[in-house]
């Protein structure tokens, strides 16, 4: 079994920063790819950004130069810095992985963004 425990949610103010991270644990001997995904009220689960084991990155367009994605392969955690944050950014982030191509999720961190 996987586990992936999500912190660093909060209540900021639109203009201002965070930092989500995602600790992976259990049985993730050949884990590979890793990934946020957000929800925000009344919409669908979206892509955020991903990034392979070789630090390989992928953003979708509407995060790109605000949102980075990085790894420690030695602690099997992903990180999401959220900068210049906007309201529309509001959502549950879920921090998604590969493990022998069987996809695991985590409970979800819940940003809010006022303006």
């Known amino acids: 079994q996987v586990q992936l425990v999500e912190s660093g949610g909060g209540l900021v103010q639109a203009g201002g920063s965070l930092r989500l991270s995602c600790a992976a644990s259990?049985?993730?001997?050949?884990?590979?790819?890793m990934g946020w995904h957000r929800q925000a009220p009344g919409k669908q689960r979206e892509l955020v950004a991903t990034?392979?084991?070789?630090?390989?990155?992928f953003y979708v367009d509407s995060v790109k130069g605000r949102f980075t994605i990085s790894r420690d392969n030695a602690k099997n955690t992903v990180y999401l810095q959220i900068n210049s944050l906007k309201v529309e950014d509001t959502a549950v982030y879920y921090c998604?992985?590969?493990?022998?191509?069987?996809?695991?999720w985590g409970q979800g961190t819940q940003v809010t963004v006022s303006s």
């Open positions: 990034i392979t084991t070789g630090g390989g990155t």
């Open positions: 259990g049985n993730i001997f050949g884990i590979n790819l």
């Open positions: 998604k992985t590969y493990v022998h191509n069987n996809a695991y």
